[in-house]
């Protein structure tokens, strides 16, 4: 149909560019009016699907043009909705390792004071068992200086028995 149009527009074309000009005037030209007309005829025939066609086109070309622009606005939100929740994710994620720090701190500063707590536990139980220790100890010297004693007393006395009993026997004899 386009090419319908362009050749009957280039035959009209053809057909004023080739009339032989009029006398004295050479701007102006004779053409036969019957063959111009039928032309222009054709042309109006075919201008007006020519024009509907052309409008169509801008009408589909309008139709994706705002489709495109409601899609790159769709994306366009899509992007800013995924970009706040990585900054809400990041920020989240920055919280929970603030809190973590900080559970880490306090539960160092409790071990820390644990491990006081249990070392002072830990010496002044080692002190006492010491003390105890110490005086078992005392205690048994003592004992044990004691059974010397008695032990020394009953064997001197069994010593000084047996030279009795030897005197005796010396005696006697």
């Keep these: 149909m386009a090419n319908d149009v362009q050749y009957l527009i280039d035959m ?31 042309l109006r025939g075919q201008l007006p699907a020519e024009l509907k066609k052309a409008q169509d086109l801008i009408r589909a070309r309008d139709e994706y043009v705002e489709n495109a622009k409601k899609e790159a606005e769709k994306i366009r939100r899509q992007a800013d909705m995924d970009a706040k929740t990585i900054v809400d994710e990041s920020e989240i994620t920055r919280i929970a390792r603030d809190k973590a720090q900080q559970m880490i701190r306090q539960a160092g500063d409790r071990a820390n004071g644990m491990i006081g707590v249990a070392n002072e536990y830990t010496d002044d139980a080692l002190r006492r068992t010491e003390e105890a220790i110490q005086m078992a100890l005392e205690e048994i010297r003592e ?11 009953k064997l001197q006395a069994q010593r000084s028995k047996l030279e009795e009993q030897r005197g005796d026997i010396d005696r006697r004899r």
Excluded at 15 to 37: F, G, H, N, T
């Design 12 to 42: 009209l074309y053809e057909m004023i560019d080739s009339a032989k000009a009029m006398p004295m005037a050479r701007d102006k030209c004779v053409i036969v009016r019957e063959d111009a007309l039928d032309l222009l005829d054709d």
């Design 143 to 153: 004992s044990r200086a004691r059974f010397r004693a008695v032990s020394n007393e």
